[in-house]
């Protein structure tokens, strides 16, 4: 199963906590825990979880765990990290989606036709993340994502505070 998951912690040089997103694959959210401490870049003391998606399937697509790399032109799998304003809150507000896209374009779109939905008064698109900035999620954990359509169980998601660290 693949675990999106938002990690909150300290990092020695910020004033406050910080969050991040981490990918991982286990048969249950407690198996991701060694990968996610091992991911984690600030300070082990106080890293948790506040978040979390259990990912079966999207759009159409389930997905699949192999050792051999998508062909180009092979639909992917993306994370997208969605930023925008409420009035009279302090702070940007966040939405995270997973979309399915040919490429980097294809997905931006998806996730820019999203924003109408949130009601936010001044919505942006943040960036598309995985291992490096506006790359699918292609590789978790040593194994490579591959959409195959068909029947899934969709994303299974969770908010919780689960100290890690």
């Given at each position: ?44 003391e106080g890293l948790h979880l506040d978040s979390w998606m259990a990912v079966d399937g ?108």
């Amino acid at each position: 199963m693949l675990y999106v998951v938002m990690l909150g912690g300290r990092h020695p040089r910020a004033k406050i906590e910080v969050h991040d997103v981490a990918f991982a694959l286990a048969d249950s959210l407690e198996a991701t825990y060694p990968q996610l401490r091992e991911g984690w870049f600030g300070s082990p003391e106080g890293l948790h979880l506040d978040s979390w998606m259990a990912v079966d399937g999207v759009d159409g697509y389930k997905l699949h765990f192999t050792s051999l790399a998508p062909a180009p032109g092979d639909p992917r799998l993306y994370f997208i990290n969605l930023g925008g304003y409420e009035t009279g809150i302090f702070g940007e507000a966040h939405s995270y989606l997973l979309v399915v896209a040919r490429d980097k374009a294809e997905a931006k779109a998806k996730g820019k036709h999203r924003l109408a939905a949130l009601h936010w008064d001044k919505p942006h698109t943040d960036n598309l993340h995985d291992v490096d900035d506006c790359i699918p999620v292609d590789l978790v954990s040593g194994r490579y994502v591959q959409l195959v359509p068909g029947e899934h169980r969709g994303i299974r998601s969770g908010n919780d505070y689960v100290v890690l660290g």
